[in-house]
Nanobody
């Protein structure tokens, strides 16, 4: 089970930190990703983090503004979002897939087996 939290309304230029708390499987054997879906649009990959956190991946649209991290001791994945823009408005989903490759951090949603219920982020003045 993946449970996201930390979403909400924020003004442009503001920051939010999303959290994804995981239970029911071996956290440190899974790659985690954050995806988002805006109304009328496809779900897109935002960021991913490998086993142990040595590798990360970001969509071009968030590179330099968002930071993904994981705390294996707390079974939690984070997405720090800074300099938020109205176009970041979406439902954000945490997802996980099993991996044996230490350096995989991919944004291909079809690879992900487990998904959270999503948390709404709204960036507006």
């Amino acid at each position: 089970q993946l449970v996201e939290s930390g979403g909400g309304p924020v003004q442009p230029g503001g920051s939010l930190r999303l959290s994804c708390t995981v239970s029911g499987f071996t956290f440190d054997s899974y790659v985690f990703g954050w995806f988002r879906q805006a109304p009328g649009k496809e779900r897109e990959g935002v960021s991913a983090i490998s086993l142990g956190g040595d590798s990360t991946a970001y969509a071009d649209s968030v590179q330099g503004r968002f930071t993904i991290s994981r705390d294996d001791a707390k079974n939690t994945v984070y997405l720090q979002m800074n300099s938020l823009k109205p176009e970041d408005t979406a439902v954000y989903y945490c997802a996980a897939h099993y991996s044996v490759n230490w350096f995989v951090a991919d944004l291909m949603k079809d690879n992900y087996d487990y998904w959270g219920q999503g948390t709404q982020v709204t960036v507006s003045s």
